[in-house]
Structures are given as structure tokens and as C-alpha cells.
């Protein structure tokens, strides 16, 4: 455990709406440099984008349950809107998903996220979890910083074109 410690204290602090980041591939190799195997293999399954939480234990099944309960609840949000009734908000804040474009919401909900993950880091200073929290809040990192506007409308433009293209080869 003394090298975890070392690897926790040397690791980059993570702060919301950096853009300087390690790599995923780059932390998950120093990882491996320091961890046991049984350690390393269940931080390499830590994926914030899974949404099942069967046979994981810990903070990361926590985090897939929390997930699962936020999914659930847009779902529901969202077939109610759809179909015209009003929708009471069990475990999410309603102006995080009422107010704005989609890509506000987007990121108001994974600024959610980031925040139930930092609640749960006191006592984990260098176990597992430590390393699991890092990890899931890093991937969160990576995907913001994917939302630039730039690439988004490039890939909006790349998707009407496809599917114009298809639509006429279709009808062809």
C-alpha cells in the first residue's frame, strides 16, 4: 500500500473545466506501474460511460447505481414531456435539465456528476477507490473536452450529409 500512496500523491490534481489533462491511456500505464494485478484489472473495467452495475464493488458500483438513477429519471423527465404531463423530480435537480440548450444541460449534468464524485473522495486518500474516483472524474474531463463547438458542428454537418446521401441513394 506504500506505493500507493507514492502514486496518489504523484498523480495531477483534477479540477473542473481543466483542459490540461493526462491522458486516459497515460494514467491507466503509471497505474499499472504501481498497482497489484487484481487492482489494475478492476480500475481498467472503470468506464464512466457503462451504465450496469453487475459484479463491480465499491465506489465505482456506487457510482453505476447513482448513474443508473440519473438515466432513469431523464428517461422518465423526458417521456413525460413527450407525452404531456408533468414530471416531479425525485433525486435531480429540475433546473439542471429545464434551463438551456442541449449542450448546457449537457454539461450541467456532467458537472452533476463531477460533484457526486467529489463528495465521496474524504477517506479515500490512496485505496482503490481513491483511484477509481481519479479515473471516472478524469473520463468525465475528456468527454467536456470534446464539447468544443468547432467539432460539434463538423460532426452535425458530417451526420445531415450522411444522411442526406443515404436518403437519396434510398429513394435511388
Same mark, same amino acid.
Given at each position: ?5 507514492? =502514486? ?11 483542459? @490540461? ?5 497515460? %494514467?491507466? #500505464? ?14 481498467? *473495467? ?13 465506489? $465505482?458500483?456506487?457510482?453505476?447505481? %447513482?448513474?443508473?438513477?440519473? &438515466?432513469? *429519471?431523464?428517461? !422518465? ?11 416531479? %423530480? ?15 444541460? #449537457?454539461?450541467?449534468?456532467? !458537472? $452533476? ?5 467529489? #463528495?465521496?473522495? %474524504? ?6 477507490? =481513491?483511484?477509481?474516483?481519479? $479515473? ?6 475528456? &468527454?467536456?473536452?470534446? =464539447? !468544443?463547438?468547432?467539432?460539434? *458542428?463538423?460532426? =452535425? #454537418?458530417?451526420?445531415?450529409? @450522411? ?10
Amino acid at each position: 500500500m506504500d506505493k500507493y500512496i507514492y =502514486f496518489a500523491t504523484e498523480m495531477p490534481g483534477l479540477k473542473w473545466g481543466s483542459e @490540461q489533462l493526462l491522458s486516459e491511456e497515460d %494514467f491507466l #500505464e503509471e497505474a499499472g506501474k504501481w498497482m497489484t494485478p487484481a487492482d489494475y484489472a478492476s480500475l481498467s *473495467e472503470t468506464l464512466a460511460n457503462r451504465y450496469e452495475a453487475q459484479n463491480m464493488s465499491g465506489m $465505482y458500483n456506487d457510482f453505476l447505481l %447513482f448513474e443508473n438513477e440519473v &438515466r432513469s *429519471e431523464l428517461a !422518465k423527465y423526458r417521456r413525460a414531456a413527450k407525452e404531456g404531463y408533468e414530471f416531479k %423530480f425525485l433525486h435531480l435537480p429540475p433546473q439542471l435539465i429545464k434551463d438551456g440548450n442541449p449542450l448546457e444541460i #449537457e454539461l450541467k449534468l456532467m !458537472k $452533476y456528476r463531477w460533484d457526486w464524485l467529489e #463528495e465521496r473522495e %474524504f477517506g479515500h486518500y490512496s485505496d482503490l477507490d =481513491f483511484f477509481v474516483l481519479y $479515473y471516472l472524474k478524469l473520463q468525465l474531463l475528456q &468527454r467536456v473536452a470534446t =464539447f !468544443k463547438r468547432e467539432l460539434g *458542428e463538423e460532426a =452535425f #454537418e458530417k451526420l445531415i450529409k @450522411q444522411n442526406i446521401e443515404n436518403k437519396d441513394e434510398a429513394s435511388s
